[in-house]
Each structure stands twice: as C-alpha cells, then as structure tokens.
C-alpha cells in the first residue's frame, strides 16, 4: 500500500471525508476550492498518518476507544514467547507513525466487519 491508500483508509475507517479537492466556480462570488464529496467549502488538506505524529496520535487515540482495540492489539503483540503469554504489549515500532499506520491501515482492510458505518467517537 502506498502512504496515500493509508492514510485514507484510516481516516475513511474513522467516519471522516477524504477530501477530493476539485476547483470551482462560485456561483456567486469567485472561483475557490470544494471537497467533490462532502459539502465542505473549504477543505483542508488531507491528514498524513504515515510521518506526522500528531495526526498519527489522533488515529492511535480514536483507535484505541473502538471496540476491535483488543483484536488489534492481539495481532500486534510481539513475537516473543514472553510477550506472547503475557499478551499485554504491543510491539514498540508500531508506536512509530509509519509503521503503525501500515499495521492499522492493514487491520483495517483485513477486518473491513468492523468498520461498517463506523463513526468517530
């Protein structure tokens, strides 16, 4: 997957528009920019998950508060046979936005059950 698909799978998994920026004519004032998918007006630009820690700690947060969090910390525990018994860590570079994003997104599209209708809480 490309850093893009991430980044918009999870913010569509969190009930948010990924904005498909086109240039239009107001019809009453001057050309601006809308959102072809949501009646956003004016629409900032798309968050990035993959490198930028803030938007990344908004999805981990979000992520956290879901019911499936359990799952997905379960397929995410380390390998190691302490970690495995013990089944309460996470792996340490999932806390990194690129790998963790990756790990999400990749959760996300494995188990699309879960995000049916989902909305940001």
């Known amino acids: 997957m490309t850093n893009t698909q991430i980044n918009q799978i999870i913010h569509e998994a969190r009930g948010l528009c990924w904005h498909m920026i ?10 601006r920019f809308r959102c072809s998918k949501c009646p956003d007006r004016y629409p900032q630009n798309n ?9 990344w700690g908004e999805a981990l947060e979000w992520a956290q508060r879901q019911k499936w969090w359990a799952d997905f910390a379960y397929e995410m525990r380390p390998a ?17 936005p690129s790998e963790g994003s990756t790990a999400l997104a990749g959760f996300i599209v494995k188990h699309p059950e879960y995000f049916k209708k989902e909305v940001e809480k």
């Open 80 to 96: 190691s046979p302490v970690h495995t018994i013990l089944n309460v860590f996470l792996r340490e570079d999932l806390l990194s």
């Open 22 to 31: 086109e240039y239009r004519k107001d019809e009453i004032t001057m050309p």
């Open 47 to 55: 968050p990035d998950y993959t490198s930028d820690w803030s938007n």
